[in-house]
Nanobody, 124 residues
Framework: QVQLVESGGGLVQAGGSLTLSCAAS????????MGWFRQAPGKEREFVAA????????YYSDSVKGRFTISRGNVKNTVYLRMNSLKPEDTAVYYC?????????????????WGQGTQVTVSS
């Protein structure tokens, strides 16, 4: 069983930055694909970014490419999402997700484990 706990959300002005963290329990965390998704009020959950189990490959949605960076620190069982140049449309609850099958990329259905989410609010 894997438990994921997100942190680092908050209120920031447009153009600012935040770094989200996702702490994972479980000895096999380092073999999982890890992803970040977000869900704004009244909208479906959408893919933000993913990182391969090795950390060598990263994937981003077009809406965040060039502004967000996903990375993993396997020693500390943590995955990060660095968010720069934030926009009001980035406002959402951000979720961390894990895929033990190591095949997931952008589909929420591909991930087996989810955190509770952390709120990010970007003011204009």
């Amino acid at each position: 069983q894997v438990q994921l706990v997100e942190s680092g959300g908050g209120l920031v002005q447009a153009g600012g930055s935040l770094t989200l963290s996702c702490a994972a329990s479980g000895r096999t965390f380092r073999t999982y694909v890890m992803g970040w998704f977000r869900q704004a009020p009244g909208k479906e959950r959408e893919f933000v970014a993913a990182v391969s189990w090795s950390g060598d490959s990263t994937y981003y949605s077009d809406s965040v490419k060039g502004r967000f960076t996903i990375s993993r620190g396997n020693v500390k069982n943590t995955v990060y999402l660095r968010m720069n140049s934030l926009k009001p449309e980035d406002t959402a609850v951000y979720y961390c997700a894990a895929d033990p099958k190591r095949s997931a990329v952008g589909g929420a259905y591909e991930y087996d484990y989810w955190g509770q989410g952390t709120q990010v609010t970007v003011s204009s």
